[in-house]
């Protein structure tokens, strides 16, 4: 597609259960990020994909938190054992570039999964 | 952390008004961006400015960045009611985006 592609848009959830959220970059784009964004605030960092490798993972809240990235291309965020302040939206991110130390590209943003837990 | 950070954290102002939002990052950046965000919708890329610039201008926008201070700062010129959103910025490597600036522009 031509932009950051993010499944579901929105997903309500009772507590306890397990959800996934998934993003499909663009095209050739090496680098993904995802964030979290609670009413209101601002973006939380999650964790950074370059390739299939994630170099940064120091913002996963908990062990309950988990991201995959296959084939380069999709990726996957996985919340086990949802809880209500999991209830957020997620945001996938990708770009052309994004080499630790230096990124001089810009990120392409889809638009978000919202994530309820009841 | 290379966190940005925005202020004020939120901003009235008139159509056809200036808008001005700051950004301080704490560490050596090679290049700081600005986006916007729309309510409840992904963010936007507005304009990049590189740590050898001291300013930039795209359209409407004007970009300053010193990096003695290690401060950037957005003006938004003529403002308009569709310019109402979320500003952020964001330091190299785009992991740590600031709390933004919440623009609200009356018609």
């Known amino acids: 597609g031509a932009g950051v592609s993010q499944s579901p848009s929105n997903k309500v959830t009772e507590k306890g259960k397990d959800v996934e959220l998934r993003c499909d970059p663009i095209?050739?784009?090496?680098?993904l990020y995802w964030y979290r964004q609670r009413l209101g605030q601002g973006l939380e960092f999650l964790i950074y994909?370059?390739?299939?490798?994630?170099?940064?993972k120091s913002g996963l809240p908990s062990d309950r938190f988990s991201a995959e990235r296959t084939g380069g291309s999709v990726s996957t965020l996985t919340i086990q054992r949802t809880q209500q302040e999991d209830s957020a939206v997620y945001l996938c991110?990708?770009?052309?570039?994004?080499?630790?130390?230096?990124?001089?590209?810009?990120?392409?943003f889809g638009e978000g999964s919202r994530l309820t837990v009841l | 952390s290379q966190q940005g950070e925005e202020d004020p954290q939120a901003l009235s102002i008139q159509e056809g008004e200036n808008a001005t939002m700051n950004c301080s990052y704490k560490?050596?950046?090679?290049?700081l961006q600005w986006y916007r965000q729309n309510s409840g919708r992904g963010l936007v890329h507005l304009i990049l400015?590189?740590?050898?610039?001291r300013e930039k201008h795209s359209g409407r926008l004007r970009v300053t960045l010193d990096t003695s201070k290690k401060s950037s700062s957005l003006l938004i010129t003529a403002s308009r009611a569709a310019d109402t959103a979320s500003y952020f910025c964001?330091?190299?490597?785009?992991?740590?985006f600031g709390t933004g600036t919440s623009l609200t522009v009356i018609p």
């Open positions: 095209s050739g784009h090496t680098a």
């Open positions: 991110a990708s770009s052309l570039v994004g080499l630790a130390g230096v990124n001089t590209g810009e990120l392409f």
């Open positions: 994909f370059q390739g299939n490798s994630a170099p940064d």
């Open positions: 560490t050596s950046i090679n290049n």
């Open positions: 964001a330091t190299e490597n785009q992991f740590y």
């Open positions: 400015i590189r740590s050898n610039e």
